[in-house]
């Protein structure tokens, strides 16, 4: 490695881990994986290296590259297979379509407590372990909403997915997380 | 399809593409018929609202702990062996 290679990138690390850190973070929302994340990015850059323009920020241009590693991420999530008898709903409904009788979602009696329950860091916590319980395909469709605040279309275009692909799993996900947070909470 | 009547199976699926797609004019007449008669749909359509809602902020009241310079070493260290 040339000297002004290995003092810059040196310096990057000393610069701009932070910053990278906390985006990669905001995005994925895992401590583990975000480091993981920043560490590619940097031996990415050390290979890309002679690819980089000197009139353009080194924070872009590593930014640039974090977010390829973060869709590449996602995208690997989304292609994992998911066993078909997951997928069934037939665990909650009839197979005319109906409800299961044992599956109705019941009357959470919250009607003027809303704020409350979402300030409520037990109920947070419920919230976290049923998302945590969903296979990983599933809760990467789930979270990705709220991870880069895009809509419907944006993340169907990064996952590479058809929309009614997409609103399946997320369908089949909330399914699973409403009764997991029934059982959890409100007949706790 | 040629009625307006959806199954919950059905109604619950475009009460959850609606959060990330809009209806179209069909879907949303089916749906706020379907609603009319049936509780346990109005209900779910709710308590999905209350998850997206807690989904939303659970992810602005994450801040997990991570130590920074340690971060920078390990990077560092690994930078300087993969030129080795």
Known sequence: ?188 | MHTLFLSCLKATELIEKKFHFRLTFREKLQLKLHKMMCDACSMYEKQSAIIEKGMESQHKHQHEECDIEELKKQISSNLAESQN
């Not at chain 1, 372990?129 to 909403?145: G, H, I, N, Q």
């Not at chain 1, 419907?152 to 369908?171: R, Y």
């Open chain 1, 1 to 188: 490695m040339s000297k002004s290679k290995a003092s810059s990138l040196n310096e990057w690390v000393e610069f701009y881990t932070a910053d990278l850190y906390s985006w990669a973070h905001y995005k994925v929302s895992d401590a583990e994986l975000a480091k993981d994340l920043v560490q590619d990015t940097f031996l990415a850059a050390t290979e890309k290296y002679e690819g980089f323009k000197a009139d353009s920020s080194p924070k872009t241009w590593l930014i640039s590259i974090l977010n390829h590693k973060i869709i590449d991420y996602y995208r690997k999530k989304v292609r994992q297979p998911v066993a078909k008898e997951i997928e069934s709903f037939s665990r909650f409904f009839e197979a005319g379509g109906d409800w299961l009788e044992t599956q109705k979602p019941q009357n959470w009696q919250i009607d003027e407590k809303e704020e409350h329950l979402l300030d409520d860091n037990n109920f947070q916590q419920v919230l976290k372990e049923c998302l945590d319980a969903l296979p990983e395909k599933w809760s990467t469709c789930v979270k990705l909403k709220y991870l880069g605040e895009k809509n419907g279309e944006q993340i169907c275009q990064e996952l590479d997915i058809t929309p009614s692909n997409f609103w399946q799993i997320v369908h089949r996900s909330k399914m699973q997380l409403r009764d997991c947070v029934e059982t959890n909470w409100f007949n706790n």
